[in-house]
């Protein structure tokens, strides 16, 4: 069997992530970009990035950066692309303008191609005058036949123009792996633009040169490029290129099935590193929006979805995008991390993204480790963390005196609950200040204490709101263990001091 993780297979598919850097890496680029790793890992072929920033306008370093910096967070490592060397470059297409440049030449002598003048104005006048005579607008095709000394002559006079296509009249077939058969008939998408000038191509014609080029056996993309592929299969025809497999991926829709946006919920991939999501995570969710294993089995890392992976059962259907779902994973893969591996990753987020680093400072690896075990069971995120666990790393907690308050209770009867709770602490010896002691100390109380026995609430939840200064958080014996003797007893004393003020 192929090692997954051996890079650049000289035979095997080539497949490429070839977003544009004109906004934040998103989940549809994450998304795309782990579909094409995993292809490439399955079938030991090798995995392009290439950048696609021919839009000078829009596109930014910073943007680029983010993409980069997101799919090594997910580690979906790329073989050829920036930052690795390939035979197959530059990848960044704003190097290979002189390469486009030759293509569009060569349609442009063989009259494939061709400069067209129309103005703006020009172009919304034909397109009304189309939706009056009831038919889709397209370009009327005014400049397909100008004679060649009128072109030459106004790309001398400086005139504006754009490089059109000429669209063939007839349908265009291909066989997309996930979605079948389909079907374009071009004569409704008329003479499409492919270049602003011969040094500004525009996308569906520079991704047809770069595919080619860099032998892409294997397009896997969004679906919202699917109306761009049988653009890009007569630019391929006309140029007498092959055409590679496609192979479009379901939309990513809201719950409410609409278009996903930033009002479900989506957002930079940065933003969920931020937010406390492990990158193991994000790769079980991600893959899971549109593709599915055989069994019933949903935790993967990203080892066993490169085994399981299989383009063949990607779905048609738009992939719902749940934020809870996220969580889901999240709290699942959590739970499968060693103490020594939740300390290691805890640690790392706070100190790169939480407000009060040195929180954890100034406490022992046995303790966190403590703290962290008693909590892992809660947690959804890693910065859940610091806030069910701050009252553990607080040298002086507070809260409201009214959480003390049990509901059966009146406020009155607080301080002595709160002083039998002392009692039993006090008589529990250092050396064996551990859960289960501390339990059977205070059942053993309970249990010769009528009002308690009837509703041990009245001792446990003031004992538990004066260790941990919260409504909800872990049992109070597990807690007590976990700040020793001398300060549950300090707390307990506190919350007493606090009722008397
Ligand atoms: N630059 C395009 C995008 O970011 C790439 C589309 C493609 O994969 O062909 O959407």
Redesign the pocket.
């Known amino acids: 069997m192929n090692d997954p993780k051996t890079p650049q297979s000289l035979f095997g598919p080539r497949v ?5 850097p ?1 906004g934040w890496f998103h989940v549809g ?1 994450a998304r ?1 970009g782990l579909f094409n790793y995993l292809f490439a890992r399955k079938t030991g072929g090798t995995f392009v990035l ?1 950048v ?1 920033d021919t839009d000078k306008e829009r596109s930014k370093k910073e943007y680029e950066e983010n993409m980069l910096e997101g799919l090594k967070w997910l580690g979906v490592e790329w073989d050829e692309g920036p930052e690795k060397d390939g035979s197959f470059g530059p990848y960044h297409q704003s190097d290979r303008i002189e390469i486009y440049k030759e293509y569009l030449s060569q349609l442009l002598e063989e009259g494939k191609a061709y400069y067209c003048f129309c103005t703006p104005e020009e172009l919304e006048a034909q397109r009304e005058d189309m939706i009056a005579r009831g038919m889709p607008p397209k370009y009327s095709g005014k400049c397909r036949d100008l004679p060649e000394n009128t072109v030459k002559e106004y790309l001398a006079q400086g005139k504006p123009s754009v490089i059109r296509l000429k669209m063939p009249k007839k349908v265009i077939k291909f066989n997309d792996i996930i979605r079948g058969e389909v079907e374009f008939n071009l004569d409704l998408i008329g003479d499409t633009v492919i270049a602003k000038s011969l040094d500004e191509p525009l ?1 569906n014609f520079a ?1 047809v040169i770069d ?1 080619y080029l860099m032998k892409i056996t294997h ?4 679906e ?2 699917i109306s ?1 592929t049988p653009k ?1 299969i007569v630019i391929q025809e006309l140029l007498g290129l092959p055409t590679p497999n496609y192979a479009h991926l379901p939309m990513i829709l809201g719950p409410d099935r609409s278009k996903l946006s930033s009002r479900h919920g989506a957002m930079g991939l940065n933003e969920y590193k931020k937010m406390g999501y492990l990158p193991e995570a994000m790769n079980n969710f991600l893959a899971f929006l549109g593709w599915h294993p055989l069994g019933d089995k949903e935790i993967f890392n990203l080892e066993e979805l490169i085994d399981k992976f299989d383009l063949n059962r990607v779905q048609k259907g738009g992939a719902i995008f749940e934020i809870k779902r996220l969580d889901w994973f999240n709290a699942q893969h959590l739970k499968t991390l060693s103490v020594d591996q939740l300390f290691d990753k805890i640690g790392e987020y706070i100190k790169t993204f939480s407000k009060t680093p040195k929180i954890l400072d100034n406490y022992s690896p046995e303790y966190i480790k403590k703290v962290i075990e008693l909590e892992t069971p809660r947690l959804t995120k890693l910065s859940d963390f610091l806030e069910f666990s701050e009252f553990f790393f607080q040298e002086n907690i507070d809260y409201p005196k009214e959480y003390l308050k049990w509901k059966t209770m009146e406020e009155i009867e607080i301080p002595t609950s709160l002083k039998d709770c002392l009692a039993v602490l006090e008589k529990i010896p250092e050396k064996e200040f551990n859960k289960a002691k501390i339990e059977t100390s205070f059942y053993n109380f309970i249990s010769e204490s009528y009002l308690y026995k009837k509703d041990k609430g009245r001792l446990l939840w003031p004992l538990r709101v004066a260790l941990s200064g919260k409504k909800a958080s872990p049992g109070p014996f597990e807690i007590a263990e976990i700040l020793g003797k001398e300060e549950s007893i300090k707390r307990v004393n506190f919350a007493l001091s606090k009722l008397n003020s």
């Open positions: 490429r992530l070839a977003p544009s004109t680029n795309t290439r696609e996308y991704v595919d397009v896997i993309r969004g919202d490029h761009n890009q």
